[in-house]
């Protein structure tokens, strides 16, 4: 597609259910990322994917969180047993190459009540 | 660790009035520095990518610079318009190992009246 695509765009939940939350790159960007926006709030880097390389995962806030993207394609950010405080919104970003101009889908919202 | 802080965290104007946000950077060894502006409920919209080696970069009524040294940049905004109202992002890409990591500032709140 033209440009990064997200979905759902909005995701109401119960607490302690699980969610999936998927992202489809610009073609060829091999360069994929997701960040965390609270209400207010700065991006917190999540996780970062390169080609074939082992991701980065040290912004992963807890082990409930997970993430896997199959090659340079479709990423699926995975949130079990959900907690409110992991209500935000969830964006996706790619780029050609790892520092190349970074583009954004228009993010997932997920609401945990 | 690099920190950056973007200043003013809201500014209001008339509409046709020309501004610049500032964008400041603790770390002055990075490898490029990516403006962008966010709608409210909207993912980010890059607006201009300024390498390490530049010090400028010019589209349409947006220009933004780039002092490494003294780890500032500066977004200016030509004749500004109510949609120009956002939230301008800027966002610093170190140089070293981890380069693929950027830090992003809290950005500005931009408020162009008609």
């Known amino acids: 597609g033209a440009g990064v695509s997200q979905s759902p765009s909005n995701k109401v939940t119960e607490k302690g259910k699980d969610v999936e939350l998927r992202c489809d790159p610009i073609?060829?960007?091999?360069?994929l990322y997701w960040y965390r926006q609270r209400l207010g709030q700065g991006l917190e880097f999540l996780i970062y994917?390169?080609?074939?390389?082992?991701?980065?995962k040290s912004g992963l806030p807890s082990d409930r969180f997970s993430a896997e993207r199959t090659g340079e394609s479709v990423s699926t950010l995975t949130i079990q047993r959900t907690q409110q405080e992991d209500s935000a919104v969830y964006l996706c970003a790619s780029s050609l190459g790892h520092t190349g101009e970074l583009f954004f889908g228009e993010g997932s919202r997920l609401t945990v009540l | 660790k690099q920190e950056v802080t973007q200043i003013p965290a809201a500014l209001s104007v008339p509409e046709g009035e020309n501004l610049v946000l500032n964008c400041s950077f603790t770390d002055s060894a990075i490898y490029n520095l990516q403006w962008f502006r966010q709608d409210p409920g909207k993912g980010l919209t890059s607006l201009l990518l300024?390498?390490?080696?530049?010090r400028e970069q010019t589209s349409g009524r947006l220009n933004a610079s780039l002092d490494k040294s003294s780890g500032r940049s500066t977004l200016y905004i030509a004749a500004s318009q109510p949609g120009d109202s956002a939230t301008y992002l800027c966002a610093v890409r170190d140089s070293g190992g981890s380069n693929y990591k950027l830090t992003f500032g809290k950005g500005t709140l931009l408020t162009v009246n008609p």
């Open positions: 300024i390498q390490s080696s530049q």
């Open positions: 994917f390169q080609g074939n390389s082992a991701p980065d």
């Open positions: 073609s060829g960007h091999t360069a």
